[in-house]
């Protein structure tokens, strides 16, 4: 196994995570992109998720422990319907039912990936909103187990900017996240940033309080996106954020 990469896509809810990673996996190798929205989508309209894809190998044991060992088992309104009904059979997991998935159960999904994968799995990419501090253990513990740690954290100089992009997206028909919740989330997310940044290897801070669409045509343009800025260069922080990054 040569050097072990994990590109971690981070910041609060309607910051605009999807779009950075689509602009930055066009010219970086982002394999095994795990994210819990996009599990979610598969299992609700596909009723399957196959572990392949992932490159590691499941049983259906070890994943109705895990499920039934978590946190987020008494979260979701259906845990012991899932637990019941679901097969992994060939390396797949199959939900009968697919309208019992919901945000919680996908999050468990995507939580036993990030950890099955390390150590298995040599380069793979992950997307989280980091407002837990445990989101900080598990960068930690991939660091200690060799993995070179490459930061992606996507937020906006005012919270109210991700609670009407939230709406917007809800009004497309993307998943909706209450907003008591997009304001405790971007806080957290912030506060955590700076704990981040130390663990990584490398790291950027994209300001993504313009438009989405700017900011691929910025990239687009450069091979760069001009907001980013290395950690460990010269940054520039917009909105009042310089204390989450240098602890002012």
């Known amino acids: 196994m040569g050097q072990k990469r994990l590109r971690i896509f981070a910041g609060p809810n309607g910051s605009g995570k999807s779009t950075i990673f689509d602009v930055v996996s066009a010219v970086v190798r982002c394999p095994y992109y795990v994210n819990a929205d996009l599990i979610e989508k598969d299992l609700r309209t596909k ?11 499941v049983s ?8 039934q060992a978590s946190g987020l088992f008494t979260k979701t309104g259906h845990g012991q319907q899932l637990l019941d009904t679901l097969k992994v059979h060939l390396n797949v997991l199959n939900i009968p039912d697919p309208t019992l ?14 950890l099955k994968m390390l150590n298995v799995v040599e380069t793979f990419t992950i997307e989280t909103v980091m407002s837990d501090s445990r989101k900080l253990d598990y960068i930690h513990l991939a660091k200690s187990m060799g993995y070179r740690i490459y930061l992606y954290f996507v937020s906006t100089k005012d919270v109210t900017i991700n609670i009407d992009r939230v709406r917007f997206r809800v ?14 989330r971007y806080e957290g997310s912030l506060c955590n940033l700076r704990r981040a940044i130390q663990l990584a290897d490398r790291a950027y801070f994209f300001d993504n309080s313009i438009t989405d669409e700017y900011v691929k045509y910025l990239f687009l343009r450069s091979m760069m996106v001009l907001r980013i800025r290395s950690i460990f260069g010269q940054i520039t922080i917009h909105g009042g954020l310089e204390k989450y990054v240098i602890g002012q």
Not at 47 to 54: A, C, I, K, M, V
Not at 171 to 184: A, Q, S, Y
């Open 101 to 114: 998935i919901d945000s919680y159960f996908a999050a468990f999904v995507a939580e036993f990936l990030r």
């Open 60 to 67: 259906e044991e070890e994943l109705k422990t895990g499920f």
């Open 47 to 57: 009723g399957r998720l196959s572990f392949n894809d992932f490159s590691i190998i």
């Open 171 to 184: 009004e497309v028909g993307g998943h909706d996240v209450p907003e008591e919740k997009i304001r405790k």
